[in-house]
């Protein structure tokens, strides 16, 4: 059995489960036809939630033993560590593809498998 879906002149809509009969079909509105089933696309969505500032930088220090001070220093002096410091101290969250995050994975030597399972643990363990 294939749905089909139908659409009357008025607009209205509706699904039959089986191909309708001549009889019902006659008793529909004039102009009544049928409409081609389009699928739904379901978004993904990702394991990956935002982390607020305090458990990010939290979970850093103890996981990582690494500060904001680090990453600052990791900047070259001059208008780049400004913006990294401006960057960091007005964050209200981070996420996990963010390409400051993916910075810190690389500066760390922390491959991308596994920087995803310290984002899902960080998720559950840090608040």
């Not at 990956?48 to 690494?66: G, H, K, N, S």
């Not at 990453?71 to 981070?94: D, H, M």
């Not at 994975?105 to 559950?124: N, R, T, Y």
């Amino acid at each position: 059995m294939a749905e089909q879906r139908w659409r009357d002149p008025a607009g209205n809509e509706w699904v039959t489960i089986e191909t309708p009969s001549a009889a019902l079909k006659s008793a529909w509105p004039v102009g009544t036809v049928e409409v081609p089933m389009v699928a739904v696309p379901v978004p993904e969505v990702s394991p990956f939630i935002p982390i607020e500032p305090a458990p990010f930088w939290l979970a850093a220090l103890d996981l990582l033993q690494m500060t904001q001070e680090d990453v600052l220093n990791a900047v070259p002096e001059g208008p780049e560590r400004e913006s990294a410091r401006i960057n960091i101290q007005n964050r209200k969250t981070y996420v996990r593809h963010d390409p400051m995050v993916d910075g810190l994975a690389v500066m760390k030597g922390i491959p991308p498998e596994q920087m995803d399972s310290l984002w899902l643990f960080v998720q559950a363990n840090y608040h």
